[in-house]
Structure formats: C-alpha cells, structure tokens
C-alpha cells in the first residue's frame, strides 16, 4: 500500500474512531447538542473522505454501503489483517 | 444487520515474528476476558435491557468488540504467520500448532478453547450491567499484563489503545447502570 493510499486510510481510520467514541458517549448523554454537533462534523467529515478513498482505491463497506462502479474492486487486496502500517 | 468495513478501528504493526507473545496475547481472542467473550456477552443480553439508551449501548459496544477481536487476530496471525517451527517449538506454541498450525483459532494462554461459560445473560439488567463492569476491568487487567510481558513496542502501541478502550466501555457502561437504577426507581414511585 503506497504512502498516499495509507495516509487517506488513516485519517478514515481516525475520523471513524472520533465517531465511535461519541457515538458511545450520546448513547448516555442524548441531551448534550455540543458533542451531538462534533459528532455530526465528524460524521460529515469522514463520509467525504471514504468517498475520496474508494474512487480511488475501491469499496470499504459491502452489502450496498458503497457503489463499485466499472469493476467488482471488493475482492481486492490488502485485507485489514494483511496492511502494513 | 451488519455490514463489514474492510479497515481495521486501530493500526496493527508488528517488529517481526514473535511465537512467545502470540501466544499470550491469544487470550485476548478465546479467553475468558477476551474480545469475543465481550462482544458475545453484550450481543446477547441487550435484547432484554429495559430503556433505550442500554440497548444502544450493548449494541454499539458490542460491535465496538468485535473490531478489537479483528485487532486481536491481526496481532496474533502477524506474529506466527513468518515463525520458523523452531521459534514455534521454543515458543510452547507447538500443541497449538500440531491442531491448528498458524491458523487463528479462539483459546486462551494456555490453550483452552472459548468456552460461554465465561459469559453470563442474567435478565436482570442490573446484573448484567454489574457483570459488563467488571468484565471490563478484567480485560484492562489482562491487556496491562499483556503490556508487561511485550517486548514489542509496536505490539505494546496497539495494546495500549486496547487498554483504553475498556477504561472507556467501563465508564460508559457505569453510567447505564445509573440510567436503569433511575428508571427502577421511577417505576416504583409512580
Ligand atoms: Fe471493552
């Protein structure tokens, strides 16, 4: 995976974890509209970017959650278990 | 549903083959306080939580689990995949691998397999959220144990996001718990 390929996958990488650490912190507080507005730029922010990332390097998500126009890229490799970080 | 992601939630990298801490760290992908173990238990008890914040909870936590399971397993197959059988031998990996050879299969250190005994659904939502909590230091405990015996510092890296994680799941699974103790009392009161 070439520097360029990398360094998009890692910002998804922590674009994502953003997401899933306020996601688990409003499950408990709904009511806090300040972390639910830093969730929602975090949210915005990482949709723009896997669809940056899969233009160029094919779909991150199956079932649907990402076209793969022109070719079937899913079955492409590296696997998550066989990138080199 | 759900849908996979092809990435994982926290780089991987390890310094080369390791047979030695392969087989520790397996422990966190078949043993009693592994990530399997977690995502299986709060899987299958948020069916019967009583208030909406605690399914969401168990269910994002849940699969929060399941991607530090794939965490797990990358460390462990990067660690074996390159390991001479001589390193395996000297390693004590050697019963694991005359049953599975370097293949990633769900035991604990010493090589008992997963078990659901490790695992309990009470119905009682205070119960299992007590069950949750502790379950979650057990799994700080074992990834601080892990860190001890790693002589791997970009292993010890991704152990230690680990480690936080479960401090995170603690705090956020103790607040449920004051959430479904609001919502007994209010039952009884009203
Ligand atoms: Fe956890």
Redesign the pocket.
Known sequence: MDSKRLNLLKKIMALEFTCVDFNLYLDTHPEDYRALAEYNAASEALAATKKEYEALYGPLTNYGHSPSPQAWRWIEEPWPWETTF | MWIYEKKLEYPVRVGGPNPRLAKVIITQYGGPDGELA?SLRYLTQRYTMPIPQAKAVLTD?GT??LA?MEIVATLVYNLIKDAPLEEIKRAGLDGYYADHDRALYFVNASGAPWTATYIQSKGDPVTDLYENMAA?QK?RSTYEYLIQLSDDPDVSDTLKFLRE??VV?FQRFGETLNLVHEYMDRKKYY
Do not use: S
């Open positions: 977690a936590i929060e689990e530090h979650e799994a994680r479960e799941h």
